[in-house]
């Protein structure tokens, strides 16, 4: 098939026209440009917004690899990365543009598998697919997403609001993600594991959910002063927040939620449950700041829609440093809290080290 033979494979008929209508679309694939009109609140109501971009790029072998994603969820995994992007800014994204160089050993129905995945997530989470470019690669695939978002003018949630005396809150459970990967890449740990555990992990890993949902209800609470996405791990999502808003973080260990699956899974692997919750990456949770003084009720709204909030450590003046606050060094009796402490490296995933 030629290049625009493959497009027309790989993208039509992908998207409801209600959806691509409820989102403003008037002109999708199939032109040089796509045209958007200009977006209006879900109730139609009149409001100001402001536009949110963000762009990430997915290279073979660094980011993911075929032998352990098939290519619908690299593809949605593609899309989903981004959508948490907006959802970091407490925003709803709208539309996506799909950029992607297919190298020799990728054959037209792998592809078409890829955008399958693309356009399963933009259908479950209301993204248009507008429109894009495709290209060779001599070696890696390469997918290459941007969306688009908006958010109430005046109301997006930054890196950089954080208070002193915040509470440090999460939306899920942490480093799920990571132990996915490391099961995928250690199948033989597979028969010493149940098949709901072994599902309940690779999910964690292949198929995340951006926790736009969440996302939309901090925004709405008035009371989160600061949010980040956990694509690099809690250690460095911690320490952006950190940096920006000119404070120190304490994360409390204790205070972690683990799910039964991690644990299990972390004592069977001889692995830390707790290196994956601070530097795995990949969870697509939220970390944030909240006024103290509204966790109780907050957390009654996440929990009356299905939803988790989680305290997890709190805020203090300082320099943009991050702390762990904890049991695991605990070996003298009658030390203070600030002397159970140990400083938090700001590591994750970092593609130049």
Partial sequence: MDEFSRISYWTSNQQD?????????????????????????EDGSSKDFELLYTVDTMVEDIHFTSTTMTYAQIGYKALASNLSDIAAMGGVPLHALIAISVPGHVSAQQAKQLYD??????????????????????HN????????GQVEAGTAILRSGAKFRDMLVITGVAGKSAAGLHLLMHPELEQEISPELSAQLKR???????????????????????????SDGLASEAGEIAL????????????????????????????SALDWMLYGGEDYILIGTIASQHYKELKRSFQ??????????????????????????????????????????????????
């Fill in 304 to 353: 009356q829609l299905g939803m988790q909030l989680y305290e997890i450590g709190y805020v203090e003046a300082g320099t943009g440093e991050v702390w762990l606050e904890g049991s695991s060094w605990q070996s003298q009796h009658g030390q203070s809290p600030k002397t159970q402490r140990k400083r938090i490296e700001r590591k994750g995933y970092n593609h130049f080290t």
């Fill in 17 to 41: 026209e209600k959806l691509l209508k409820r989102n403003a679309v008037k002109v999708a694939i199939g032109d040089d440009a796509a045209i958007v009109a200009g977006a209006v609140s």
């Fill in 244 to 271: 920006a808003s000119k404070v120190d973080v304490i994360i409390e260990e204790t205070k972690l939620p683990i799910s039964d699956s991690l644990s299990r899974y972390a004592a069977l692997s001889h692995c």
């Fill in 141 to 148: 695939l390469v997918v290459t997403i941007t969306v688009v």
């Fill in 117 to 138: 995945g693309i356009y399963e997530c933009a259908n479950t989470f209301g993204v248009a697919i507008v429109g894009g470019d495709t290209t060779s690669s001599p």
């Fill in 204 to 230: 964690a890993h292949q198929l995340p959910k951006p926790h736009l949902a969440q996302a939309r209800l901090l925004r709405e609470s008035g009371v989160c002063h600061s949010l980040n996405d956990v």
